[in-house]
């Protein structure tokens, strides 16, 4: 005879559970049409049927920090001449955003000293200016949004700069400066496209090997705190070009109006476009790509570099099938073992509770972002998806999924193992001290957890693990991975020329730029 138990069990799997008003859904909430990915697109890449890919495709943003002291809005800047702090009149000088400036009455002062300033802003009643867009071309917030004074007061006396000497296009050309340039490329096809970046799919032409080429307009990344982060991007290329899951660098250079990143060809395109068609993955499936992933990250780590942008359209595959992180846009580097940083940025619906709560932080986020990552891996569906929420305006906001992030539970799918759950508890715990990745153990509990128990971590490092799908490339220029919204557009940049845009730019900002991995250059001369 059955029992109890038994028949107990047997009708509550039939009969699931409501949901809790005002409380995130759980799993038996949904139906396969509210699944993150809900149905099979037409084709591998386009949009399911009424799917909004805006929605998942969010963009990360930086939201500008300033800090308010005696009446001053203070903002990090960054200098190129001689500059002196107001407090204790020594030169402001270091690598990166060295001081302080008062966007209001244009006070100058170490980071140091900010706090140390007892004179009032000259200006302390300012109006709002229109909300300003960042790098990727999103507007900013009102956490961190900006500032104009109704009049503009007389900066500090700096040492004048000398004049720019113009620059021309023949002075960009190969030379002794570097070795390559936009002749040495054929342009081939359009493969991405952000808000200030166009990626091309390109061939150079000495070698005949298929490169990836992100294009950058010097007349959007002008802004001081811009122009560090392509410099940090670019470091960070270069140091990702050491370990098999990141897309490395082969070379930079520049035109007078534009920056070239020239990076690896990863063909295989990326987990949204997989998640697309699969909607969700099998557990071991998702464990490969989460074990990879945390090798790169922890490579990051160890080297001082908080990712910061962990997202299904930033993981790649490659031919083969093994994964590779890109787009370093929001990196931060030169992070030691206990420091901190307090930038608010991010994709939206990846960002960290302590990021939300304005706590200083450091690497934890990345492993949050990761646990979102596998949490749509397996489920189908963010871990902070609200039913009906595209038909409630007051759900469908940013503030609102803020919200859900810090004080909603997070609900683990009762499908998924109960390895798998824990890992998912483990990496999305909202108090980063106890977060999986986060303690005395550091990268080793991410080792050791029972979810990971099958991975080979030294042969899976080594790329001597076959991966669990291989994506089906015709050759080496196949592009079926890759959306033809974009592979549809004509390949064409516009020819510099002398506008006023071009003279606008301070070309001495970007000295420096130019840049040759050692490594692939050697490759090359053995072709």
Same mark, same amino acid.
């Given at each position: 005879?059955?029992?109890?138990?038994?028949?107990?069990?047997?009708?509550?799997?039939?009969?699931?559970?409501?949901?809790?008003? *005002?409380?995130?859904?759980?799993?038996?909430?949904? +139906?396969?049409?509210?699944?993150?990915?809900?149905?099979?697109?037409?084709?591998?890449?386009?949009?399911?049927?009424?799917? +909004?890919?805006?929605?998942?495709?969010?963009?990360?943003?930086?939201?500008?920090?300033?800090?308010?002291?005696?009446?001053h809005?203070?903002?990090?800047?960054r200098?190129?001449?001689r500059?002196?702090?107001a407090?204790?009149?020594?030169?402001?000088?270091?690598l990166?955003?060295?001081g302080?400036?008062?966007?209001?009455?244009?006070?100058?002062v170490?980071?140091?000293?900010?706090?140390?300033?007892?004179k009032?802003c000259?200006?302390?009643?300012?109006?709002?200016? @229109?909300?300003k867009?960042?790098?990727?071309?999103?507007?900013?917030?009102?956490? &961190?949004s900006?500032?104009?004074?109704?009049?503009e007061?007389?900066?500090?006396? @700096?040492?004048?700069?000398?004049?720019?000497?113009?620059v021309r &296009?023949?002075?960009? /050309?190969?030379?002794?400066?570097r070795h390559?340039?936009?002749?040495d490329? /054929?342009?081939i096809?359009?493969?991405?496209?952000?808000?200030?970046?166009?990626?091309?799919?390109?061939?150079?032409?000495?070698?005949?090997?298929?490169? &990836?080429?992100?294009v950058?307009?010097?007349a959007?990344?002008?802004d001081?705190?811009?122009i560090?982060?392509v410099?940090?991007?670019?470091?960070?290329?270069?140091?990702?070009?050491n370990?098999?899951?990141?897309?490395?660098l082969?070379?930079?250079?520049?035109?007078?109006?534009?920056l070239?990143?020239?990076?690896?060809?990863?063909?295989?395109?990326?987990?949204?476009?997989?998640?697309?068609?699969?909607?969700?993955?099998? @557990?071991?499936?998702?464990?490969?790509?989460a %074990?990879?992933?945390s090798?790169?990250?922890?490579?990051?780590?160890?080297r001082?570099?908080?990712?910061?942008?962990?997202?299904?359209?930033?993981v790649?595959?490659?031919?083969?099938?093994?994964?590779?992180?890109?787009?370093?846009?929001?990196c931060?580097?030169?992070?030691?073992? *206990?420091?901190?940083?307090?930038?608010?940025? *991010?994709?939206?619906?990846?960002?960290?509770?302590?990021?939300?709560?304005?706590? /200083?932080y450091?690497?934890?986020?990345?492993?949050?972002?990761?646990g979102?990552?596998?949490?749509?891996?397996?489920?189908?569906?963010?871990?902070?998806?609200?039913?009906? %929420?595209?038909?409630?305006?007051?759900?469908?906001?940013?503030d609102?999924?803020?919200?859900?992030?810090?004080?909603? =539970?997070?609900?683990?799918?009762?499908?998924?193992?109960?390895?798998?759950?824990?890992?998912?508890?483990?990496?999305?715990?909202?108090?980063?001290?106890?977060?999986?990745?986060?303690?005395?153990?550091?990268?080793l509990?991410?080792?050791?957890?029972?979810?990971?128990?099958?991975?080979?971590?030294?042969?899976?490092?080594?790329?001597?693990?076959?991966p669990?799908?291989?994506?089906?490339?015709?050759? @080496?220029?196949?592009?079926?991975?890759?959306?033809?919204?974009?592979?549809?557009?004509?390949?064409?940049? =516009?020819? +510099?020329?002398?506008?006023?845009?071009? &003279?606008?730019?301070d070309?001495?900002?970007?000295?420096?730029?130019e840049?040759?991995?050692?490594?692939?250059?050697?490759?090359?001369?053995?072709?």
């Amino acid at each position: 005879m059955r029992s109890f138990w038994t028949e107990f069990l047997t009708a509550a799997a039939s009969h699931p559970f409501p949901a809790i008003p *005002g409380d995130i859904p759980t799993p038996y909430d949904f +139906d396969r049409s509210e699944e993150l990915f809900p149905n099979v697109p037409a084709a591998p890449g386009m949009p399911c049927a009424g799917e +909004d890919r805006s929605i998942y495709r969010r963009g990360a943003r930086r939201w500008r920090k300033l800090y308010r002291v005696n009446g001053h809005i203070f903002q990090a800047k960054r200098f190129n001449r001689r500059a002196f702090c107001a407090f204790c009149q020594d030169r402001i000088w270091g690598l990166g955003r060295q001081g302080f400036k008062c966007i209001q009455c244009k006070l100058l002062v170490h980071k140091k000293c900010h706090k140390l300033v007892q004179k009032p802003c000259s200006n302390e009643h300012v109006d709002p200016v @229109e909300v300003k867009e960042d790098a990727n071309g999103e507007s900013t917030l009102g956490r &961190a949004s900006s500032v104009r004074s109704r009049a503009e007061p007389e900066p500090l006396p @700096e040492t004048p700069p000398a004049p720019p000497a113009p620059v021309r &296009a023949e002075d960009l /050309e190969p030379g002794s400066q570097r070795h390559y340039s936009l002749e040495d490329f /054929e342009l081939i096809r359009v493969i991405g496209r952000g808000s200030y970046a166009k990626v091309l799919m390109v061939e150079l032409k000495r070698t005949k090997r298929v490169y &990836a080429m992100k294009v950058i307009k010097k007349a959007l990344v002008t802004d001081d705190e811009d122009i560090d982060w392509v410099q940090t991007e670019k470091h960070v290329f270069e140091t990702a070009s050491n370990h098999p899951f990141l897309v490395g660098l082969h070379s930079c250079f520049q035109t007078p109006s534009r920056l070239f990143f020239v990076i690896e060809f990863v063909r295989g395109g990326d987990l949204m476009f997989h998640m697309q068609r699969q909607r969700r993955l099998p @557990e071991e499936h998702a464990r490969f790509y989460a %074990a990879e992933i945390s090798l790169a990250l922890h490579f990051l780590h160890e080297r001082g570099v908080i990712y910061r942008d962990l997202k299904l359209d930033n993981v790649l595959l490659d031919h083969e099938g093994h994964i590779k992180l890109t787009d370093y846009g929001m990196c931060k580097e030169g992070v030691r073992p *206990g420091d901190t940083t307090s930038t608010f940025c *991010g994709t939206p619906n990846y960002i960290a509770p302590e990021i939300l709560r304005g706590e /200083e932080y450091g690497f934890s986020v990345d492993w949050w972002a990761l646990g979102v990552l596998t949490y749509e891996m397996l489920a189908g569906r963010s871990p902070f998806d609200i039913a009906q %929420a595209a038909d409630n305006p007051d759900q469908n906001t940013e503030d609102y999924l803020f919200q859900v992030i810090l004080e909603k =539970t997070i609900r683990i799918p009762r499908s998924l193992s109960v390895k798998a759950a824990s890992v998912l508890k483990g990496f999305l715990n909202k108090n980063p001290v106890e977060r999986l990745g986060c303690g005395e153990g550091a990268f080793l509990d991410i080792v050791n957890h029972p979810f990971f128990k099958s991975i080979e971590w030294e042969m899976l490092e080594q790329k001597q693990v076959v991966p669990p799908f291989k994506p089906r490339l015709e050759g @080496e220029r196949d592009l079926a991975n890759f959306p033809p919204e974009f592979t549809d557009e004509p390949v064409h940049l =516009t020819p +510099d020329d002398d506008s006023t845009v071009i &003279a606008d730019i301070d070309q001495s900002e970007f000295e420096g730029f130019e840049y040759v991995n050692p490594l692939l250059m050697s490759l090359e001369d053995c072709v």
